[in-house]
C-alpha cells in the first residue's frame, strides 16, 4: 500500500518511505563543495603517488552521486542494516532545569555500532565494491569509526585493516576487541602524540603504498576532495532525518542545532539541512581540554589559523612556524588538531557559530544526561550535552534545541571513573 505523503506547515512534502539520502534533496539545500572549495577552503593538496587514486575516487562518487539506484540501496541497507532512521527524542527530565526551552536529542546513539560512523562507512564501502576495491583501510580515535569500517567490510566481505594510535587504543580497548572480532586487522601507530593525526598519517603512508589496490575509507569530513563532500553527503541522513521528526513532532524547525567537533562528520551530517534556514542557530561544540589558555586542548576552530592539515586547506593548530602542535581532550574522537573544511567555512562566513568546552563540564555533561535521561552519551556528544546544560540562557524562552547525540558512552566508562569522586 502506497502511504500518503507528510506534508507540514512549512509546505515541505516527505513520502515516509522516500531515501532520504537522494541527491535531488542534497541538491536542494546547496551544491557548496562539488568542485572541493568550500569558500576558502578545501582543495586537495596531496602527494603525487596518489593523485591519481583521488582523481579516480572523485570521479567515481560525483558519478555515484547522481546515480539513483546508488542512494537507493545505501537508503535500504541504513534501514536493514543500521537501524535507520535513528528517532528523534524530547528530553523532558533533562530540560527540566534549564529554564523555558526543550532539549530534544537525535538518537545516533540507537544506529548500529552505536554511534553516527556507521553512516559514512556503509556509503563509502557501498561505493569502494562500486569501484572494484577489495582491501579497506582507516583511520579511528575514539574507536567508533574503526567499528563501523570493520562492520561494513564483514558485511560486505572486504579486507580490513585500521590504523589507531597507542594512546586511543589505550583510552578505548574495548572498540580495540570489536574491531578484531569484526575481523579487522589493529595497526597501532606509536609516532607524533599517538592519537588520532597520527592514524591518518600512518593510512595516508599506507595509501601511498597501495594506491592500486587499497581503499581508503576516511572517517570524518577531512582530508582531499572528494572527502569533505563525501562524507558530509553520507551524514546529512541525520539532518534530514531530524528535519523531518521535528516537523512531524513539533510542527516547526529546531531553534538551534548543537553538536561535537573534532573532524566535525557528525556536526556538518546535522547542520547541512539547515544551513538555508536562517532562523536555526548553527552550534558546534569543540574540545576545551584543560582550556584554550593552558594550550592543552583541541579547539581548532576557536583558536587555529589557515593551513593544510592531511590534504585540505582549513584551520588548524599549529605554531608560527606552522609545525602542528599537539592537542588534548579527554574525548579520543575529538583530539584532533584540524577541522573539516566546511566548518572553517561556516564559522568565517558568520552562519554557524563554534565554542568549546572543558574536559570537566564534559564528564559533568556525561553524568548529568546519563542520570536524567537513562541515555549515557559518549564523551564527544557529552561536549555538546554539556554546553546546552551550562548555557541555557543563551537560548531564547521556548527554544527547541536539538542536540545531535553522536554515539553512546558504554566505550567511555572507565575513562569517566578517575573524575567520579571529583565532581
Same mark, same amino acid.
Given at each position: *500500500?502506497?502511504?500518503?505523503?507528510?506534508? !507540514?506547515?512549512?509546505?515541505?512534502?516527505?513520502?515516509?518511505?522516500?531515501?532520504?539520502?537522494?541527491?535531488?534533496?542534497?541538491?536542494?539545500?546547496?551544491?557548496?563543495?562539488?568542485?572541493?572549495?568550500?569558500? =576558502?577552503?578545501?582543495?586537495?593538496?596531496?602527494?603525487?603517488?596518489?593523485?591519481?587514486?583521488? =582523481?579516480?575516487?572523485?570521479?567515481?562518487?560525483?558519478?555515484?552521486?547522481?546515480?539513483?539506484?546508488?542512494?537507493?540501496?545505501?537508503?535500504?541497507?541504513?534501514?536493514?542494516?543500521?537501524?535507520?532512521?535513528?528517532?528523534?527524542?524530547?528530553?523532558?527530565?533533562?530540560? /527540566?532545569?534549564?529554564? =523555558?526551552?526543550?532539549?530534544?536529542?537525535?538518537?545516533?546513539?540507537?544506529?548500529?555500532?552505536?554511534? %553516527?560512523?556507521?553512516?559514512?562507512?556503509?556509503?563509502?564501502?557501498?561505493?569502494?565494491?562500486? *569501484? &572494484?576495491?577489495?582491501?579497506?583501510?582507516?583511520?579511528?580515535?575514539?574507536?567508533?569509526?574503526?567499528?563501523?569500517?570493520? !562492520?561494513?567490510?564483514?558485511?560486505?566481505?572486504?579486507?580490513?585493516?585500521?590504523? *589507531?594510535?597507542?594512546?586511543?587504543?589505550?583510552? /578505548?580497548?574495548?572498540?580495540?576487541?570489536? *574491531?578484531?572480532?569484526?575481523?579487522?586487522?589493529?595497526?597501532?601507530?606509536?609516532?607524533?602524540?599517538?592519537?588520532?593525526?597520527?592514524?591518518?598519517?600512518?593510512?595516508?603512508?599506507?595509501?601511498? !603504498?597501495?594506491?592500486?589496490?587499497?581503499?581508503?575509507?576516511?572517517?570524518?569530513?577531512? &582530508?582531499?576532495?572528494?572527502?569533505?563532500?563525501?562524507?558530509?553527503?553520507?551524514? $546529512?541522513?541525520?539532518?534530514?532525518?531530524?528535519?523531518?521528526?521535528?516537523?512531524?513532532?513539533? $510542527? %516547526?524547525?529546531? =531553534?538551534?542545532?548543537?553538536?561535537?567537533?573534532? &573532524?566535525?562528520?557528525?556536526?556538518?551530517?546535522?547542520?547541512?539541512?539547515?544551513?538555508?534556514?536562517?532562523?536555526?542557530?548553527?552550534?558546534?561544540?569543540?574540545?576545551?581540554?584543560?582550556?584554550?589558555?593552558?594550550?592543552?586542548?583541541?579547539?581548532?576552530?576557536?583558536?587555529?589559523?589557515?593551513?593544510?592539515?592531511?590534504?585540505?586547506?582549513?584551520?588548524?593548530?599549529?605554531?608560527?612556524?606552522?609545525?602542528?602542535?599537539?592537542?588534548?581532550?579527554?574525548?579520543?574522537?575529538?583530539?584532533?588538531?584540524?577541522?573539516?573544511?566546511?566548518?572553517?567555512?561556516?564559522?568565517?562566513? &558568520?552562519?554557524?557559530?563554534?565554542?568549546?568546552?572543558?574536559?570537566?563540564?564534559?564528564?559533568?555533561?556525561?553524568?548529568?544526561?546519563?542520570?536524567?535521561?537513562?541515555?549515557?552519551?559518549?564523551?564527544?556528544?557529552?561536549?555538546?550535552?554539556?554546553?546546552?546544560?551550562?548555557?541555557? /540562557?543563551?537560548?531564547?524562552?521556548?527554544?527547541?534545541?536539538?542536540?545531535?547525540?553522536?554515539?553512546?558512552?558504554?566505550?567511555?566508562?572507565?575513562?569517566?571513573?578517575?573524575?567520579?569522586? !571529583?565532581?
Amino acid at each position: *500500500m502506497t502511504q500518503d505523503p507528510v506534508t !507540514t506547515s512549512h509546505s515541505e512534502t516527505f513520502r515516509p518511505n522516500a531515501p532520504f539520502w537522494h541527491p535531488g534533496l542534497i541538491r536542494t539545500i546547496h551544491e557548496q563543495g562539488v568542485d572541493g572549495h568550500f569558500g =576558502d577552503f578545501g582543495g586537495a593538496f596531496i602527494p603525487e603517488v596518489i593523485v591519481p587514486a583521488v =582523481d579516480d575516487l572523485r570521479r567515481a562518487y560525483l558519478e555515484a552521486r547522481e546515480d539513483l539506484a546508488f542512494w537507493r540501496e545505501l537508503d535500504g541497507v541504513g534501514r536493514s542494516f543500521a537501524g535507520r532512521p535513528t528517532p528523534v527524542y524530547l528530553a523532558e527530565r533533562f530540560s /527540566q532545569g534549564l529554564g =523555558d526551552i526543550q532539549v530534544v536529542l537525535k538518537r545516533e546513539d540507537l544506529a548500529h555500532t552505536g554511534a %553516527h560512523k556507521i553512516n559514512n562507512a556503509l556509503g563509502q564501502g557501498l561505493l569502494a565494491r562500486r *569501484m &572494484g576495491r577489495q582491501r579497506i583501510i582507516a583511520e579511528t580515535g575514539a574507536g567508533q569509526h574503526g567499528v563501523a569500517a570493520a !562492520t561494513v567490510c564483514a558485511k560486505l566481505g572486504l579486507e580490513c585493516v585500521v590504523y *589507531m594510535g597507542t594512546e586511543d587504543i589505550e583510552r /578505548q580497548a574495548l572498540n580495540v576487541y570489536r *574491531m578484531q572480532l569484526l575481523g579487522a586487522e589493529v595497526r597501532p601507530v606509536d609516532s607524533g602524540t599517538r592519537t588520532l593525526k597520527d592514524a591518518i598519517n600512518e593510512a595516508f603512508r599506507d595509501w601511498c !603504498t597501495n594506491v592500486e589496490s587499497t581503499y581508503y575509507m576516511l572517517g570524518s569530513a577531512t &582530508g582531499p576532495h572528494p572527502y569533505p563532500l563525501m562524507v558530509r553527503d553520507f551524514q $546529512s541522513v541525520i539532518g534530514w532525518e531530524a528535519r523531518r521528526q521535528c516537523l512531524e513532532q513539533f $510542527s %516547526h524547525l529546531p =531553534d538551534a542545532v548543537v553538536a561535537c567537533v573534532g &573532524g566535525g562528520s557528525n556536526a556538518i551530517g546535522g547542520f547541512m539541512p539547515f544551513v538555508e534556514d536562517a532562523g536555526v542557530a548553527l552550534i558546534g561544540v569543540e574540545a576545551g581540554g584543560s582550556g584554550i589558555a593552558s594550550g592543552a586542548h583541541a579547539a581548532t576552530l576557536s583558536a587555529g589559523s589557515i593551513g593544510i592539515l592531511h590534504g585540505t586547506r582549513s584551520l588548524v593548530l599549529q605554531n608560527a612556524d606552522g609545525q602542528i602542535l599537539g592537542t588534548h581532550s579527554i574525548s579520543a574522537g575529538l583530539d584532533y588538531p584540524g577541522v573539516g573544511p566546511e566548518h572553517a567555512f561556516l564559522k568565517t562566513s &558568520g552562519r554557524a557559530q563554534y565554542v568549546s568546552i572543558e574536559d570537566e563540564a564534559a564528564i559533568r555533561g556525561f553524568r548529568l544526561l546519563s542520570s536524567t535521561e537513562g541515555i549515557m552519551p559518549a564523551l564527544e556528544s557529552a561536549h555538546a550535552v554539556a554546553y546546552v546544560a551550562d548555557n541555557p /540562557q543563551r537560548f531564547a524562552p521556548g527554544s527547541l534545541v536539538l542536540i545531535i547525540l553522536s554515539g553512546r558512552g558504554d566505550k567511555d566508562v572507565n575513562r569517566s571513573l578517575p573524575f567520579a569522586e !571529583t565532581l
